[in-house]
C-alpha cells in the first residue's frame, strides 16, 4: 500500500474512520467475557488464540445505497488447537442477530473489539468447527478507527488494512492466519459486485442479481475486497492465459483503457524477476474516490482514479505504482507477514520492484533513489523506528505503521543487501523466497535464513544492523554516502 503524495490541497484520510461497539440484539455470554489476542507488538488484541480458520463464507446484501447497513451472514470452518469454552472472533462494528456453533443456536456478548461466543458445549482440541454468524456490515463509521468499507461514487469497496477486516465481517483478523474465502454478494438491478478470485456463479432474481466468487489459495483477511457500484469489468489474458480482469467505473471504460492494457506485460515482466504469477486471476480495480493510498488487495488491486486522470502524474511514475501493487501479489499476499513488525518484507520489496521498474523502463535510476534514501534514513528512523522495529501507531492510528521507514527504508536495506552478496545470490533470494514460502506466512528471521544459506555465510549481523539499529550503517560499495544528522525536535 504506497501512500503516494497527492497534489491537491485537501487529501481525506487513507482509510475510512471506524469503530462503534459491536451492537447485540441477543442473549449475552456468561460473564466475564474478555477480548484477547495473539500477542501481536504492534496490534496486541489482534487475532484470537485456540483455532485456525480454514475457510470463510461471506454473504452480503447491498441496499442500494452506501449509507445504509448491509445484512450480512458470515459463515467460519475453523479447526480448533485448544479446548474452547468460548470462542472469540474479532468484530467491532455492525449489529449481531444470532450465532450459531455447528448448526445449534450459541450465546454471544462483545468485549472490547471482539465477538465473544459460548457454544452449548466446550469446543474439544483438535475438533473442526463451523461457526454462523447473523449481522449487519455498516459502511457509515464514527470516532477514530480507520478502514473497512470505502464510499466510492456509485458504490462500495473494501480497505482492511491494517486490521479492519473486522470492522466489516467477524474474523480471525490477523495475516498469520489466512484461509480460503467465498464471497456471495447480492445486488440491486444496475450494479455490478466482483471480489477476490473467480467468478463461480451469477444468480438472478426478480430485481436483484448475486455475485458469487472464490479464492483458489488462501487469503489474509486484510486482503479481502468487495467492489460494488455501476461498474464494467473488462476481460483480457495474461502470461500463460492468466484470467486478468479489471473493473472500472463504466463511464470512464475508454478513458482508463490505455493504462489497464498495460497489465499482462507488467506481470510478465514481474515473473522474468521472481517466477510465475501465484494466484488464478489478476487485475486492477480502479474506485471514484479519494484515498491518498492504493491497496494491494489479493487478485484485485485497489487504485484510486485520480492517479490514472490527473495530466500531472508522470507515465512512468503511474506505471511504476501499477507495479508496486502488483508485486505485492508475491510479496504480501502469496507470502504474507507472520506480524505485522515484518510489514517491510511486504513494502520493501514493492518499492524495490517499483523503482527496478522506473529504472528499466524510465531511466530513473535505483542508485540514485537509494542515495536519496540513505540520506533520510536516520530521520524515518528516528520518526518511525527501524525497518523490522517500527513504532507503535500513534492515538490508535492504525495506517501510522506505514512510514517511509517500511518503504523506500525497508528498499534500502534489499540495496545493501544485493551490494554486499551481490547480484546473482540477491536475485536467487528473491526467486526462492517466494517459491519456498508460497501460499504461507514468513518472518524476517525467515527470511536471514535463506539468505545466509544462499550467501554461504551467517548474515545475522549485518540483518540487525540495517533492520534493527536505531542508525543506519555505512552502505557496502559506497563509503561516501552520509545520511542526514537528526535535529533534535525530530527525536522527540
Same mark, same amino acid.
Given at each position: ?15 475510512? $474512520? ?53 445484512? %450480512?451472514?458470515?459463515?467460519?470452518? %475453523? ?26 443456536? $450459541?450465546?454471544?456478548?462483545? +468485549? ?48 482492511? =488494512? ?17 484461509? /480460503? ?17 473467480? *467468478?463461480?456463479?451469477?444468480?438472478? +432474481? ?9 479464492? =483458489?489459495?488462501?487469503? *489474509? ?46 506481470? !510478465? ?10 494466484? !488464478? ?22 487504485? &484510486? ?6 495530466? !500531472? ?8 505504482? /501499477?507495479?508496486? &501493487? ?23 520489496? *514493492? ?16 542508485? +540514485? ?13 528516528? %520518526? ?45 533470494? =528473491? ?6 514460502? @508460497? ?8 527470511? =536471514?535464513?535463506? +539468505? ?34 537528526? !535535529?533534535?525536535?525530530?527525536? @522527540?
Amino acid at each position: 500500500m504506497p501512500l503516494t503524495p497527492r497534489p491537491r490541497s485537501r487529501v481525506q484520510a487513507a482509510l475510512l $474512520a471506524s469503530a462503534v461497539s459491536v451492537c447485540l440484539i441477543a442473549a449475552s455470554a456468561p460473564a466475564p467475557a474478555v477480548p484477547l489476542g495473539i500477542g501481536d507488538r504492534l496490534f496486541p488484541h489482534l487475532g484470537n488464540p485456540g483455532y485456525d480458520v480454514e475457510s470463510y463464507d461471506l454473504a452480503f446484501t447491498y441496499p442500494g445505497r452506501n449509507r445504509e447497513p448491509l445484512t %450480512a451472514v458470515t459463515s467460519i470452518d %475453523a479447526r480448533t488447537t485448544s479446548r474452547l469454552e468460548r470462542l472469540n472472533l474479532d468484530f467491532s462494528h455492525g449489529k449481531v442477530g444470532s450465532v450459531e456453533v455447528d448448526g445449534e443456536s $450459541a450465546a454471544f456478548t462483545s +468485549a472490547g473489539e471482539d465477538l465473544v461466543i459460548t457454544p452449548r458445549e466446550p469446543l474439544p482440541r483438535g475438533s473442526r468447527t463451523r461457526i454462523t454468524v447473523r449481522h449487519t456490515s455498516d459502511p457509515v463509521y464514527t470516532g477514530d478507527k480507520e478502514g473497512g468499507w470505502l464510499q466510492t461514487a456509485d458504490g462500495l469497496a473494501m480497505a482492511n =488494512q491494517a486490521d479492519a477486516a473486522h470492522v466489516v465481517f467477524p474474523c480471525n483478523d490477523h495475516p498469520s492466519d489466512k484461509a /480460503m474465502f467465498t464471497v456471495r454478494v447480492t445486488v440491486p438491478d444496475g450494479y455490478t459486485a466482483v471480489s477476490n478470485g473467480l *467468478a463461480v456463479g451469477r444468480d438472478r +432474481a426478480p430485481g436483484t442479481t448475486t455475485w458469487t466468487y472464490r479464492t =483458489q489459495h488462501p487469503m *489474509a483477511t486484510e486482503l479481502a475486497q468487495v467492489s460494488i457500484g455501476r461498474s464494467a469489468v473488462l476481460h483480457r489474458t495474461g502470461p500463460h492465459r492468466l484470467p486478468v480482469r479489471d473493473v472500472v467505473p463504466a463511464k470512464d471504460r475508454e478513458k482508463l483503457e490505455p493504462w489497464l492494457r498495460k497489465t499482462p506485460a507488467q506481470i !510478465e515482466w514481474m515473473e522474468g524477476k521472481v517466477g510465475r504469477y501465484p494466484f !488464478e486471476t489478476y487485475g486492477v480495480l480502479i474506485a471514484e474516490a479519494q484515498t491518498g493510498f492504493e491497496l494491494e488487495t489479493q487478485t484485485l488491486s485497489l487504485f &484510486e482514479r485520480e492517479l490514472f486522470v490527473r495530466p !500531472e502524474y508522470p507515465k512512468w511514475y503511474v506505471e511504476s505504482i /501499477m507495479v508496486h &501493487e502488483l508485486s505485492h501479489q508475491w510479496f504480501g499476499n502469496s507470502v504474507s507477514p507472520r506480524t505485522w513488525s515484518d510489514l517491510w518484507l511486504n513494502e520493501g520489496h *514493492a518499492t524495490w520492484y517499483e523503482a527496478l521498474y522506473a529504472e528499466e523502463t524510465a531511466g530513473r535510476t535505483v542508485e +540514485a533513489r537509494m542515495k536519496a534514501a540513505y540520506g533520510a534514513s536516520d530521520r524515518w528512523r528516528t %520518526a518511525g523506528g527501524p525497518p523490522a522495529a517500527p513504532k507503535e501507531p500513534r492515538n490508535g492510528q492504525k495506517i501510522g505503521i506505514f512510514r517511509a521507514n517500511v518503504y523506500d527504508g525497508a528498499a534500502l536495506f534489499l540495496y545493501a543487501l544485493r551490494e554486499e552478496i551481490g547480484g546473482p545470490a540477491f536475485a536467487r533470494l =528473491q526467486r526462492a523466497w517466494v517459491a519456498v514460502h @508460497r501460499d504461507g506466512v514468513a518472518s524476517t528471521a525467515d527470511f =536471514q535464513e535463506l +539468505a545466509s544459506a544462499i550467501a554461504g555465510r551467517k548474515l545475522g549481523g549485518f540483518f540487525h544492523a540495517w533492520l534493527y539499529e536505531v542508525r543506519t550503517p555505512p552502505m557496502p560499495g559506497h563509503p561516501d554516502w552520509k545520511s542526514a544528522p537528526v !535535529e533534535a525536535s525530530e527525536k @522527540r
